[in-house]
């Protein structure tokens, strides 16, 4: 079972947090700061996987990480999931945001946690991995959207457009931080 | 220009969305506590509106706001709200919120039961899918038990999307109701298709499997390869054949992986090495070369797996060589968390299976005294408890530990002067227990006695203080004893003396214990130092104060125990004390504190933050200045013994053990040649072949008399999974079945009063959960009165459909289910009139406001009714008799495949509106689905349909049936006079799916509305009755029945139940009854029994109604 996931920038600002273990608010804050405390620390080239004991409820979960640019993708996850599969399925996640978001970058997660919450809940349901086929994931994301414009189209695209374009102008975030392209699974583990 | 002023108005509308108020946030980096405050304001505010999405945009704010540490639950109420909500978008703010921030003491959750049933059934499958999400994440024991049964019928969904999270769902489910799981289960087992394929699959992919291992070049394959191999045999470890080869294959692919530069191999690598050591210990062992090499790695991730592996790795040949290699780490980590961690696992693996694989405890002391010397490490405490551990239980190792612990002892300034090493110094605890305790092993007895007395002592933590003034006591006694027996009095005499100098010091300590003891301690040997002056021999007498030893006791051993016969552990010896008491008083901690000061002293293991808050309570350490020993001199306590010497004797003693073996072997080899091959044990010399250095008896733990063997202690009573160890392969019993949607069964005799009187016998029920959010319920005043009446409404639905067994009560003719309703009738009779706000929540507004102002009047009639004789006020409740079971489910239609029941309610929101329930329950052993309900439509009544279809069109029935399954489904019909009753013709299209193959069917069948089913029972009060009957617009009609032989309770009893009445007042053998119709019209009874039949006196608004409803009535009570 995933336990928790986290993504945080690297100042350890939280951009989404989603347990699926009850904390309170609190314990939550907490977590986040000793998890980013413990994987910002680790240098670039070592695993992804840290072994903490401390978070989380005991020695039995692991956290399972991956860094891109300027945000951190933590997994809190017990010895039931695989270590590969799940970091695999950061890699899904980050691709479908990118796609969702069309070059995925943490201004679009500081604006929309929603939907990236949305986009989540696709994926892994109740700290249960439930699809990892990002076409199924998108294809599934693309029509709820679509539904929901048909129920809002008055006042949601308008304002959307208005205020993605306006904190691309304002902000030092504006770039894009995830768009080099992301290495594969397969690939960083060298085929 | 008109597109404009709609988008000003909206924006009005929204104060701030979600993206403003990030913004926001980010604008205000400063103030951003206040600001947020500010907006929380305005989300209350927001919250307010009765405009859905300005409520949804705010529960989307606190979403966000919650990631920020904001607790939120505050707004539980309106994220329920939001998640009710018609539109998708909102809905699914609202779940995301819920899943967000409810749990199971979120008090309000509860409401949501009926929403989720709702929106699981919702015709849009991603209503569906995120009322599933929403579920997964705060499903709660009674959400499980109540929705099991829908969630299992979302297993057949027509979408593969709904299916999918169904399944997922179905383990959350049962985590939190374990009695779903074998009824369940042959569903899940479908679900697999292949009826049992795991034993065969396993062994059918090993070859597969392994040739791709051989041949892959792909790492992640290889990987997942190894992984599914290892996975298989651990699986099938019983009763298979040996698969050492492909175990050494993995060993070897998985070497590659570790010796890749690739940190994510290397790790992945150690981790499916652990998992192999588990099963092929020996395997593994080969590789310990490479292991420790990953000692060294940077990456603190890998060096801890490798640790980990080393942990198993362990045999009595290769003990002293690895932990010599940790002990050089230990010497070489920086950061004192992995150092720790070293210090742990070094301890871990030594101890391990009560310590198997050491054969030299000196060595062992050496390498504990030798961790002593670690700075700043937080498990002195760790340490200490080995220490006293192997002195106790290896008595043959007590005369080496004891000299170790003087050196210790004696050197304490080294240990304990340092305040970053203050944890270290617990083992000066140990030390100074194990020289006391065995203090005739200790052969400069004085010089220990004197380090002990030392001024430097009484810095140390209080409770080691505490020990060492004990212990110098048991030392003081060993010594006299000395001396007496040699004959040197003027030593002893010295000795006594010392004491009495130095023991005032601990006299004035800060710490109760110490004090305590030393003052005890003080006096006593002034004592004896008065029968030494008079030169009596005291020594014997002194010793005798700790004559006996000790023997260690088995950590399980009090458990084991057997409970003497008679002895009920449980049951209160006084009378418990009262809730509020505990609270205010707490009498409890006297006896509390107690404990925990005796814990401190008597366990060498204290937990680390414990020791820390200690450390800052007591008084005086901060002023003694501490003095910073030079640490740029590497420490070498004088006198230690290294612990690599006993590495290189220990391989001498081997190496001499194997030469005097070989001869032994030689000779043995002479005399029977020919029946020996030459086999290698020259080389590899088991582990078994190693005897110990000295003989070393291991004191086995004591345990009780007649102790009970039982494994059980070994499992956890925490794991969250225990309560899924469930027998899948026993038959299913008939009272396993998942609990379906309840339905009312019994409508009852309702008194106006009964209101009060209701939330009392509620908190009586044996739910403890239940009762204390009632009672809760009821503390919150500042709750808003309509948010409470929801809550109450909902909770004894709640309460309802939570009793035991109602699950195979579906099919209310059944005889298990009459049997069933009998027991719960008498709560039932409480609840109804709330009924009717079963399943449309909107429903409760309207009601909210009958009830608020129903609460009204009854405050106003509370004396009235308080003076009357309890007989008067007529409640079903208060019959002694019980009432026989009644359902109010009808059978609409039956044949060899379905049967079909319905009950009609009428509905409170609209006029025109009644809700027909059909519970559907399948009797083949056919699959049913593609079900589709259709009516012919009358002028007067008709079916509502979706938009867009024809009258032509029937409704699909939202689910589909497996064998021996029932569910309900509604229908709601629009009617437009309700005077008459009505008869609609209909068809139930279904397609039957069994082996054979799929068939289309139908069932007709007639649709009743009786005029029953436009009432809506209502309570009234006698005095509003009185009116009504007084403002003479009301007509008038009787009936008389014969032949009536029930009671007349029970008869009061079926005219509530099946025409929706509730009693206003009752007086003997007469009753006056009010009900309301949902267009409005009042029908005013009062029914009077004689001898053996009964009159009815009906009044209405409209007479046509009131005949029809009397007809009614008499058909009912000449059934009777």
């Known amino acids: 079972m995933i336990k928790a996931i986290l993504i945080f920038n690297n100042h350890g600002k939280p951009r989404l947090s989603k347990f699926y273990q009850r904390y309170s608010e609190d314990t939550q804050q907490q977590i986040i700061r000793e998890t980013f405390h413990l994987v910002s620390k680790r240098d670039e080239n070592v695993c992804n996987f840290l072994e903490g004991g401390l978070l989380i409820g005991g020695s039995d979960n692991k956290l399972i990480y991956r860094h891109y640019a300027t945000l951190y993708f933590v997994f809190c996850v017990d010895s039931s999931e695989s270590e590969l599969g799940i970091l695999d399925l950061i890699q899904v996640f980050v691709e479908t945001l990118d796609k969702c978001f069309e070059n995925v970058c943490e201004l679009d997660l500081i604006f929309h946690v929603d939907k990236v919450h949305n986009i989540l809940a696709e994926m892994v349901m109740g700290g249960m991995v439930l699809e990892t086929n990002m076409n199924e994931i998108v294809t599934q994301i693309d029509a709820q959207n679509k539904l929901e414009k048909s129920e809002t189209f008055i006042f949601q695209s308008p304002r959307q457009d208005r205020y993605h374009h306006r904190y691309l102008q304002q902000s030092p975030e504006g770039r894009i931080l995830i768009a080099d392209p992301l290495q594969s699974i397969e690939h960083s583990l060298k085929t | ?1120």
């Open chain 2, 1 to 1120: 220009m008109a597109l404009k002023m709609v988008k000003g108005s909206i924006d009005r509308m929204f104060d701030k969305n979600l993206q403003d108020l990030v913004r926001g946030i980010r604008n205000h980096k400063e103030d951003e506590a206040k600001y947020i405050s500010q907006c929380i304001d305005e989300i209350k505010q927001e919250l307010k509106q009765d405009n859905i999405a300005v409520k949804a945009n705010a529960v989307c704010k606190l979403t966000y706001l919650q990631m920020l540490g904001y607790d939120i639950s505050w707004a539980a109420f309106n994220i329920i709200e939001v998640m009710s909500a018609s539109k998708f978008t909102f809905k699914r703010i609202g779940y995301l919120a819920a899943s967000q921030c409810f749990h199971e003491g979120t008090d309000v959750i509860m409401l949501t039961t009926n929403q989720i049933r709702k929106d699981l059934s919702s015709p849009n499958q991603y209503d569906t899918g995120v009322a599933l999400t929403g579920l997964s994440c705060f499903v709660t024991p009674d959400l499980a038990r109540d929705l099991a049964n829908d969630i299992m019928t979302l297993m057949s969904h027509t979408k593969p999307y709904i299916r999918k999270k169904a399944v997922l769902i179905m383990y959350k489910v049962f985590l939190k109701y374990p009695e779903s799981l074998r009824p369940a289960f042959p569903r899940l087992k479908e679900k697999l298709e292949d009826p049992d394929p795991e034993p065969r699959l396993g062994k059918k992919l090993i070859e597969p499997l392994t040739n791709l291992i051989h041949s892959t070049s792909a790492m992640s394959l290889l990987y997942e390869c190894v992984n599914t191999v290892i996975a298989v045999l651990i699986s099938l470890s019983s009763g298979m054949p040996n698969h050492s080869a492909s175990i050494q294959l993995c060993v070897q692919k998985l070497r590659i992986l570790i010796e890749d530069s690739d940190q994510n191999l290397k790790y992945l690598g150690l981790l499916a090495m652990s998992k192999i050591l588990k099963t092929h210990p020996k395997s593994v062992q080969s590789h310990k070369d490479l292991i420790l090499q990953c000692l060294d790695d940077k990456d603190e991730s890998i060096r801890l797996r490798a640790l980990d592996l080393l942990y198993g790795m362990v045999s009595k040949k290769n003990l002293m060589e690895i932990v010599k290699k940790l002990m050089i780490h230990v010497d070489k980590a920086e950061g004192t968390t992995y150092r720790d961690e070293l210090l742990t696992k070094i301890i871990d693996i030594c101890s391990q299976s009560n310590y198997q694989y050491i054969t030299n405890f000196e060595w062992y002391i050496s390498i504990l005294v030798e961790l002593t010397r670690l700075e700043g490490t937080r498990h002195g405490h760790l340490i200490a408890a080995q220490m006293l551990d192997v002195a106790i239980r290896v008595k043959a190792i007590r005369r080496f530990a004891v000299s170790q612990m003087a050196t210790l002892l004696d050197n304490a300034h080294l240990l304990a002067s340092n305040t970053q090493r203050n944890g270290i110094c617990e083992v000066l605890y140990a030390a100074a227990w194990i020289c006391g305790e065995f203090s005739e092993h200790l052969e400069e007895a004085n010089q220990t006695l004197e380090a002990m007395l030392r001024p430097k002592v009484t810095t140390l933590p209080g409770h080691i203080q505490a020990v060492y003034v004990q212990n110098m006591v048991k030392l003081y006694a060993s010594i006299l004893q000395q001396k007496e027996q040699a004959g040197e009095k003027e030593a002893a005499q010295e000795i006594t003396q010392l004491m009495i100098d130095r023991l005032p010091q601990f006299v004035q300590s800060a710490d109760l214990e110490v004090q305590e003891r030393a003052s005890c301690i003080l006096q006593l040997i002034k004592y004896i130092q008065k029968l030494q002056v008079k030169e009596v021999p005291v020594a014997e007498e002194v010793i005798a104060l700790f004559a006996g030893e000790l023997n260690p006791v088995a950590p399980k051993a009090q458990k084991k125990v057997p409970v003497p016969e008679g002895l009920d552990l449980d049951a209160w010896i006084n009378e418990p004390p009262s809730d509020s008491e505990s609270e205010d008083e707490k009498p409890k901690t006297i006896f509390h504190e107690e404990e925990q000061r005796h814990s401190r002293h008597r366990q060498p293991e204290i937990d680390e933050e414990e020791l820390a808050r200690r450390y800052q309570d007591t008084p005086g350490v901060e002023h003694i200045p501490v003095v910073q020993i030079d640490l740029s001199v590497p420490l070498k306590v004088p006198g230690m013994p290294m612990s690599d010497q006993y590495v290189k004797l220990e391989e001498e003693r081997r190496h001499k053990q194997k030469l005097e073996k070989d001869k032994k072997k030689k000779k043995q080899k002479k005399e029977k040649r020919g029946k020996h091959h030459r086999h290698n044990s020259l080389h590899t010399e088991s582990e078994e072949d190693i005897a110990p250095a000295h003989h070393v008896d291991i004191i086995t733990e004591e345990m009780p008399e007649n102790a009970l063997p039982s494994d059980e202690d070994d499992k956890d009573p925490n794991d969250p999974y225990k309560a899924l160890d469930i027998d899948l392969d026993k038959p299913l019993a008939d009272s396993e079945k998942l609990p379906v949607q309840r339905h009312r069964n019994v409508e009852d005799l309702k008194s106006p009063d009964s209101e009060v009187p209701l939330a009392e016998k509620k908190s009586k029920k044996p739910k403890k959960k239940e009762k204390k959010h009632k009672e809760k319920e009821r503390d919150k005043g500042k709750k808003k009165e309509k948010e409470k009446k929801v809550v109450e409404e909902e909770e004894e639905e709640e309460t309802k459909k939570s009793e035991p067994g109602v699950g195979a009560a579906v099919v209310a003719e059944s005889q298990e289910a009459k049997k069933e309703q009998r027991e719960e009738q008498e709560e039932e009779e409480e609840d109804e009139g709330k009924k009717s706000s079963k399943h449309k929540k909107k429903k409760h507004k309207k009601e909210k406001e009958e009830k608020s102002k129903d609460k009204k009047k009854s405050k106003k009639k509370s004396h009235h009714s308080e003076e009357e004789p309890p007989e008067s006020v007529q409640n079903g409740t208060l019959e002694d008799e019980p009432l026989p079971p009644m359902s109010s489910y009808r059978l609409l239609a039956e044949n060899t495949y379905i049967k079909m029941t319905y009950d009609i309610q009428g509905n409170l929101q609209n006029d025109s509106q009644v809700t027909v329930s059909v519970i559907f329950e399948n009797k083949s052993t056919s699959f049913l689905k593609s079900m589709e309900l259709n009516v012919l439509d009358s002028l007067n009544t008709k079916m509502l349909r979706p938009e867009g279809s024809s009258v032509h069109d029937g409704i699909p029935v939202p689910f589909q049936l497996p064998p021996g399954i029932s569910n309900e489904a509604q229908f709601v019909f629009t009617l437009q006079s309700i005077v008459m009753a009505q008869k609609l013709k209909g068809t139930l299209s279904f397609i039957v799916k069994n082996d054979e193959g799929s068939t289309h069917e139908k069932l007709d069948f007639k649709l009743h509305f009786s005029c029953a089913s436009y009432l809506i029972t209502t309570p009234c009060y006698s005095d509003a009755f009185a009116k009504l009957l007084e403002s003479g617009d009301l007509h008038m009609s009787s009936i008389k029945v014969d032949g009536i032989s029930i009671s007349f309770q029970h008869l009061l009893a079926k005219i509530c139940f099946h025409h929706h009445f509730s009693v206003v007042e009752r007086v003997d053998s007469c009753a006056s009854m009010y009900s309301r119709s949902i267009q409005g019209h009042h029908v005013c009874l009062l029914v009077k029994k004689g001898e053996n039949s009964v009159s009815i006196d009906g009044k209405c608004n409209d007479s046509t109604l009131l005949s029809n409803l009397l007809d009614e009535m008499k058909e009912t009570l000449s059934k009777c």
